[in-house]
């Protein structure tokens, strides 16, 4: 166990609709990270959240968005969703932002399947 | 952009033997992070190893090392008396020294034959 929790486990939804992954991390940790992984892109990166500010942005749609909340748990918001869409989604938390020892740890992931 | 690459979809190994995973990467820095994750079919990313690239002394976590090979660009994992638990999807990482994101390989998945 990471300490890193995400809810819901699976999440199956239509084509068109609207979902929120939430993301806790794990105590003492102020970075919270977005990662996709499906089986065309493989892992990707889709944004960086730290002590509430967004820190980076990798290969996130516009459909997408995400924030961090004053507690630290963040939520990614899926719009429009489209099949290919489907696939699971990871958060990662740390205690920093980069440097030494600054590892990431992984969430069980959420797994969305679009209809 | 950093491009992490592992050129074995599958590898297979006898229980109590040892098996390498390749990976390779491109980065025109000097400093930076290489991890290995496994990926179990629960689906949970588990770091197995870490390696700074400043530091010439190969990684080793119990039954996990590496050879690092930072002029090649080449970063290897050996897991060594290998386990049944040791089946899983394994990804290697990269990470540039003051940055935040990981970049990762497209994976190998590790099979162990009783």
């Known amino acids: 166990d990471s300490g890193v929790t995400q809810t819901p486990k699976h999440l199956i939804t239509a084509t068109g609709q609207r979902v929120t992954l939430r993301c806790s991390p794990r105590s003492g940790d102020l970075s919270v990270y977005w990662y996709q992984q499906s089986l065309d892109q493989g892992l990707q990166f889709l944004i960086h959240y730290y002590n509430g500010e967004e820190r980076a942005k990798g290969n996130i749609l516009e459909r997408f968005s995400a924030q961090q909340f004053p507690d630290l748990h963040s939520e990614l918001n899926l719009s429009s969703l489209e099949l290919g869409d489907s696939a699971l989604y990871f958060c990662?938390?740390?205690?920093?932002?980069?440097?030494?020892?600054?590892?990431?740890?992984f969430g069980p992931g959420t797994r969305l399947t679009v209809l | 952009a950093q491009t992490v690459t592992q050129s074995q979809p599958e590898m297979s190994v006898q229980e109590a033997e040892t098996v390498t995973l390749s990976c390779t990467y491109d980065?025109?820095?000097?400093?930076?992070?290489l991890f290995w994750y496994k990926q179990p079919p629960s689906r949970q990313m588990i770091l197995v190893i870490r390696?700074?690239?400043?530091?010439?002394q190969n990684a080793t976590e119990n039954r996990f090392s590496v050879n690092f090979q930072k002029a090649a660009k080449s970063f290897s994992l050996k897991i060594s008396d290998s386990q049944l638990g040791d089946a899983a999807m394994y990804f290697c990482a990269h990470r540039r020294s003051n940055d935040y994101k990981l970049s990762f390989g497209a994976g190998t998945t590790v099979t162990v034959r009783a």
């Open positions: 990662a938390s740390s205690v920093g932002t980069g440097g030494a020892g600054n590892e990431q740890f």
């Open positions: 980065t025109s820095e000097s400093d930076y992070y």
């Open positions: 390696q700074e690239a400043y530091k010439q």
